[in-house]
């Protein structure tokens, strides 16, 4: 049979990680050995007092529905460690509990923005962004984050992107891929221009637990921005729950009541026992984030300063995250050549990166939720690859 397909699955996006962990899997089950550093994971086990709550409320009947918004207890929860994190007052009407973060994404771009709209994203960046974006019919319009500013937005070319038409912001700090972090100054002039041009700014800030250096800072803490913004955080990196799928937003009362109709009519709710151990993952005990965090800094350092041994390539310290965006543009090669080289012959599992947008070319980023045996080893596979990729160029 000949199917057909909606005309908006042809604008709908991937994501290559999940493409090279296949790839990847399928040379191990030839026998060939893979380190991985493509997916963005921590490799460390959910803190032990969250799975005791989520196999406690198993045991206890936690197997049914729940309201699509999510239950009070979490929302209650979530209100009171946003309220206190971001110093700004949030209600639990204003929070929606969603099975992952990645649904919050769609789920709000398809509320909030269509055909007419234009919405500014960081490039490179999360594809889910770009992807949700053109989906919903909107025009994506990059905002090229360079090397040379640290890879946070460059203000002046934000501002040339603005028309009447802009809808909303996106914004992801720290940021995957390249570990990048907006400055409190940043954010401010941000924010200046959402009221001013009366924009929506959607912010990720599913990383703003893995910060190595200074301190958080979000643009809903800003005056007058809470009633502007869209805050995106959630479970699987912080508390190594990726599998678990379970995040959140925080977001005006009216535009909550929306994206919760949206819940509704697309995944019902997030499972029960779930959200139950996401109430002790915010009130409970913080010190295997702290010990998780302290590894990924070690892990950080030893990756940098092993890409900028390599001749030829020169990579950044990321302040956040557990990503690193090394230049490779001296080889003159496209980066998913490069990539697929690597993994084909030195058994690197990494990403292009044209992966997260156009502006990433001539960049890689790999993943360092991976032990430091294993990186090290990667370094050393990587090292006698460039250097092969050199004499052969």
Same mark, same amino acid.
């Given at each position: 049979m000949n199917y057909q397909f909606a005309e908006s699955m042809s604008r709908l996006g991937t994501e290559s990680a999940f493409e090279v962990l296949a790839k990847a899997r399928e040379m191990e089950r030839q026998g060939k050995e893979v380190i991985h550093l493509e997916i963005g994971e921590p490799d460390f086990?959910?803190?032990?007092? *969250? %799975? @005791?709550?989520?196999? +406690?409320a198993l045991q206890n009947g936690e197997h049914h529905y729940t309201p699509s918004q999510g239950i009070l207890p979490l929302r209650e929860t979530v209100a009171e460690y946003i309220g206190r994190t971001r110093a700004v007052d949030i209600k639990p009407e204003e929070v929606v509990i969603v099975p992952g973060g990645k649904p919050m994404i769609f789920l709000t771009i398809m509320t909030l923005v269509g055909?007419?709209?234009e919405v500014l994203y960081p490039n490179p960046s999360y594809p889910s962004y770009e992807s949700a974006i053109n989906f919903s019919g909107a025009k994506a319009v990059p905002i090229p984050l360079l090397e /040379?500013? =640290?890879?946070?937005? @460059?203000?002046?070319?934000?501002?040339? &992107?603005?028309?009447? &038409?802009?809808?909303m912001l996106i914004i992801n700090s720290p940021s995957n891929p390249?570990?990048?972090?907006l400055s409190k100054e940043d954010l401010q002039e941000i924010a200046e221009l959402a009221i001013r041009h009366n924009f929506l700014i959607f912010t990720d800030e599913i990383y703003s637990r893995m910060l190595y250096e200074g301190e958080h800072h979000s643009v809903i803490s800003l005056p007058g921005m809470k009633e502007h913004t869209i805050l995106l955080d959630g479970y699987s990196k912080t508390y190594a729950m990726t599998g678990w799928?379970?995040?959140?937003g925080v977001m005006p009362k009216p535009i909550a009541e929306k994206v919760t109709s949206m819940v509704l009519n697309t995944v019902s709710c997030? $499972?029960?026992? %779930?959200?139950?151990a996401g109430i002790e993952a915010l009130k409970g005990p913080q010190t295997?984030? !702290? +010990?998780? %965090?302290? !590894?990924?800094?070690? &892990? &950080? @350092?030893?990756?940098? @300063?092993?890409? =900028?041994?390599?001749?030829? *390539?020169?990579? +950044?310290?990321?302040?956040?995250?557990?990503?690193?965006?090394? =230049?490779? +543009? $001296?080889? =003159?090669?496209?980066?998913? /050549?490069i990539a697929n080289y690597l993994l084909e012959h030195a058994g690197v599992a990494g990403l292009w990166g044209t992966a997260f947008g156009a502006w990433? /070319?001539?960049?890689?980023?790999? $993943?360092?939720?991976n032990s430091i045996p294993n990186i090290e080893k990667a370094l050393s596979a990587m090292k006698r690859a460039f250097a092969d990729l050199t004499v052969k160029a």
């Open positions: 086990d959910t803190p032990k007092n *969250i %799975v @005791d709550a989520a196999v +406690k055909p007419g709209d /040379e500013k =640290n890879f946070a937005f @460059d203000l002046n070319e934000l501002k040339k &992107r603005l028309t009447p &038409r802009t809808k390249t570990g990048g972090v799928r379970l995040g959140y997030t $499972s029960t026992f %779930v959200q139950l295997e984030v !702290e +010990k998780m %965090v302290a !590894e990924f800094k070690k &892990r &950080r @350092d030893i990756i940098v @300063d092993g890409l =900028n041994a390599i001749p030829g *390539i020169t990579c +950044k310290k990321p302040q956040g995250a557990f990503y690193v965006f090394p =230049n490779i +543009k $001296s080889f =003159n090669r496209p980066a998913r /050549e990433g /070319e001539g960049y890689l980023r790999f $993943s360092y939720a």
